[in-house]
Every structure is written in C-alpha cells, then in structure tokens.
C-alpha cells in the first residue's frame, strides 16, 4: 500500500511499543554545511524536508538497547531526488537513509556521551545506513567514500523513487556481512537525506522505528 507523508505521519501517531523509538525527544540535528541543512518534524515519527541540502538528525541509545540485533520500520517519499552512485563521493544524494552507530562492547561505557561528530572520528565506530534512493540492486553493500576507510557502508534497500514499505533488518547478519565479526554495542542511531549534489527536492519521513 502507497501512503502519503502526511497520511504516513498520521497513520504513525500512535502508543509507542516497548521498544519502538519515539522522535519526539533526544534529537538533534548535527550540520554538513554552513549553509544549507534539512528541515525535520520530530514527533511520533519524523518528517523530512530537503532542498538542495543535506543534515543529519541523530540521537543515542540507551544501555538498555545496546544489544538490539534487529530492527524494522517504515518509511515514505512522496517527491525523490534522481537516481545516484552511492559510492561516488560528492554524487550520492539519496532520499532518506537510516543509520546505526555501533562500537566495540568495551568501550560503549566510555563512549555513553559522545556527540555524532566524536562517534564519526573515532576509528574503532563502525557505521551501516540503510538507504532509500540510489540506483542499486536491493542488499548491496557499498563502501562509504566519507570517513576512515572501513569504518562504513551504506545497504541498499530502495531505488530513488516514491511510495511507502516496510522494512525489517537483521542487523547482526549484515554487520557480518558487512565488516565480518560480531556487532558490538548499538549505541547511536540517525537519520539524514541527501539532495545537494542534484539540488533536488525530498519529501519523506520514517517511523515505527522498532529495535530488537
């Protein structure tokens, strides 16, 4: 079923499960640019809105939910950005991308107040964002072209394009998959969209964000 974002978002505004994360509270959004961000609607579900922009917004994960191995949600473009190589720095705009920050075990204690921009320089972080946009085979992994090398990859799910899905990940198989070993602890999630290389227009929003 196709939903509207707005239908999307009012179809979300419901009591939240045990484990489902709310975007009501603890979200920040963390600029690219000096000139340019996203607009985001936090609440029961996000919004998002991109113009020839780009931003994160991004929160931590409690301990109680360091051992999340799974995860499922929903997510819904109502305008998209054109289809890119998500592997090509400075050309890999995408409508919405859903990212989980892991580190190792040991050092989740110390890394409990770390900002986004520490977590994203430290080189023990290892980073999946799950994306709708690009022009991809659906699971393909493709190294990030930002950061230090190995410490992120982006999983294709969707193609740019409009619509709503469901989704349902097992993040431990594609931690596997990704960088081989065993997850460590979840201890970030964020959620960006991406339309400055294109300098298109993005309409979206993501919720019933449930870990497990």
Excluded: C
Excluded at 66 to 94: E, F, I, M, N, Y
């Amino acid at each position: 079923m196709r939903l509207t974002v707005a239908a999307l978002l009012t179809a979300l505004a419901l009591p939240a499960a045990a484990n489902q994360v709310s975007f009501a509270n603890g979200w920040q959004e963390q600029r690219l640019s000096l000139f340019s961000s996203n607009d985001y609607s936090f609440g029961q579900s996000l919004g998002l809105v991109s113009e020839g922009a780009v931003s994160i917004a991004w929160t931590r994960v409690g301990r109680d939910k360091w051992g999340t191995s799974g995860a499922s949600w929903t997510w819904s473009v109502d305008q998209s950005v054109p289809p890119t190589d998500l592997s090509l720095k400075g050309g890999d705009d995408r409508n919405i991308s859903l990212y989980f920050v892991f580190v190792p075990e040991a050092m989740a204690p110390s890394l409990e107040g770390a900002n986004i921009r520490a977590l994203l320089g430290n080189e023990d972080v290892r980073i999946m964002q799950y994306a709708y946009g690009g022009n991809h085979a659906r699971g393909q992994v493709i190294r990030s072209p930002y950061g230090p090398p190995g410490q992120g990859v982006t999983i294709a799910l969707r193609q740019a394009g409009t619509g709503s899905f469901n989704e349902n990940v097992d993040l431990a198989a594609d931690y596997a998959r990704a960088f081989g070993g065993e997850k460590g602890a979840l201890v970030g999630l964020a959620v960006s969209g991406d339309s400055d290389d294109t300098g298109s227009v993005i309409r979206a929003a993501l919720g019933n964000l449930t870990l497990r």
